[in-house]
């Protein structure tokens, strides 16, 4: 006879609504029977239109300053105590608390004498922070990510989001696109500094103010507008569409399909030494004095020079690629897989391993080109390779011994990804990648031939398989 675990019962009903009001201290929810008010519903999103981030530098006043600090330390508060509020009431109690509990919570805590100071912050950005705690627990029960975690003041990104009741936006008649953000629970507006203007008419959605590490504050503001895709590329002197075959190194940051070699910036490498030292005079700095904050604010402005120095770099090599190309492919990259740290032998190797690829950027790179596709019109192909363990077949127009078909097809110390049914004389069957142009190789090196011209074959089909697509005809980020 086996013995059975049995699995925890959760509480629904009558008790757990008595469990919430006696133990937790969440009331139970309201209903107005007799009000004639319909039930709000959230703005839907109008056809055709696209949400888009535009990001400003504002300079707060030293009032706005101040409470935009309680804002952060309001958020932090309310996103811990519902986590604990969450976390206790199912292992105590097997009742589960979900975002309309935490906001019942929340007036709760609004309304006790302990924590009265929650009424100097707009409660619609306490509201966002228990959204952004529930979004973290549904990403979690999809297995998509981690457990939710406590947020702390040093090692928290310090942010606030404010929906459309949270903020006033009076446009500028004389100059579109920019004008006065003023934020609840504050008299001034922002002084923003419109680097460039908002779309003509666009009314912002929500707002996100946060601050870095380096003091900076910043606004980011949605909207949504009708971007226009850019025209077609095509090869010149015909109507076949301009494809790419992109590969990322850390030789060189990206490798086309035509030789066409992107350096590495290798920016911690550059800032590596002056990092060391400003990091070395931390640690000589007392512990809680003005010096070490100091010191502190020094390593947070130089890191945000390297970061802002390597966004600015993708922007401007993903905008070119996607401008001048019509069909972007790549290799599809286990990126989290290469970032694991190695034991043993070997691991101090790895680890600088790890910080180039960090340095690279290459999850960043591939989220850009995802959604500058999908905004303007470009289809991009990601390409999962095969196991290294894939058979060999000889192939009429190889004419030689047999290659090992891998990650790519091994071609004197090359790889290479052929098409399905690259042999010659035969051309593709279409299907999903059906874009690409007729017999032509997408190299995961930079190197562009014809498959059946270098030699190249596939082995029972296609060395690659699309993953994903994406653009005008494939799904969207």
């Avoid at 402005?301 to 996607?322: E, G, N, W």
């Amino acid at each position: 006879m086996t013995d059975t675990v049995d699995k925890p019962v959760r509480v629904t009903g009558e008790e757990a609504r008595r469990i919430k009001r006696e133990a937790l201290g969440i009331a139970d929810r309201r209903t107005d029977h007799g009000s004639t008010r319909g039930v709000p519903r959230s703005r839907a999103k109008e056809a055709g239109t696209q949400q888009r981030v535009y990001r400003y530098r504002f300079y707060p006043s030293p009032a706005q300053a101040e409470q935009l600090e309680k804002t952060f330390g309001a958020c932090r508060w309310v996103y811990n105590e519902a986590l604990t509020l969450r976390v206790g009431a199912w292992e105590q109690h097997r009742v589960s608390v979900g975002f309309a509990e935490s906001c019942r919570a929340l007036t709760g805590w609004r309304q006790a004498s302990g924590t009265s100071w929650l009424r100097e912050v707009s409660s619609t950005v306490l509201q966002q922070s228990l959204r952004h705690l529930d979004g973290a627990f549904t990403r979690f029960f999809k297995q998509s990510a981690k457990y939710p975690q406590r947020k702390t003041k040093r090692r928290s990104r310090n942010s606030a989001t404010y929906v459309r009741t949270g903020f006033r936006w009076v446009e500028d008649p004389e100059l579109p696109g920019t004008g006065r953000l003023t934020l609840a629970k504050q008299s001034e507006p922002l002084d923003v500094r419109w680097s460039r203007p908002l779309p003509e008419g666009a009314d912002p959605v929500k707002l996100s103010v946060t601050r870095d590490r380096a003091g900076r504050h910043f606004v980011s503001v949605l909207v949504e507008e009708r971007i226009q895709p850019l025209p077609a590329a095509f090869l010149p002197g015909g109507h076949e569409p301009r494809a790419v075959g992109i590969d990322l190194g850390l030789a060189a940051l990206v490798a086309l399909d035509d030789g066409t070699k992107i350096d590495h910036p290798r920016l911690m490498r550059k800032y590596g030494k002056e990092l060391a030292r400003l990091q070395r005079g931390l640690h000589r700095k007392k512990k809680g004095s003005a010096n070490r904050d100091k010191a502190r604010e020094r390593i947070a402005r130089l890191y945000a020079l390297i970061s802002d120095a390597r966004k600015d770099m993708l922007d401007q090599l993903t905008t070119r690629l996607v401008r001048e190309n019509q069909v972007l492919v790549v290799e599809d990259l286990a990126i989290t897989n290469l970032l694991r740290p190695a034991t043993g032998r070997g691991r101090r190797r790895k680890a600088g391993l790890i910080r180039s690829i960090k340095d690279a950027a290459w999850g960043e790179l591939l989220r850009q080109l995802r959604y500058k596709c999908a905004w303007y019109g470009r289809t991009l192909v990601i390409v999962a390779l095969l196991p290294l363990d894939t058979a060999v077949r000889r192939l009429p127009c190889q004419g030689g011994a047999p290659r090992r078909v891998g990650p790519g097809v091994v071609v004197r110390g090359v790889r290479r990804v052929a098409r399905p049914g690259c042999e010659r004389g035969a051309k593709p069957q279409g299907g999903r990648d059906a874009a690409l142009p007729p017999g032509v190789v997408r190299t995961a090196v930079g190197a562009r031939a014809s498959a059946c011209d270098q030699g190249v074959g596939a082995a029972g089909g296609a060395v690659g398989r699309v993953r994903e697509r994406y653009g005008p005809t494939g799904r969207r980020p």
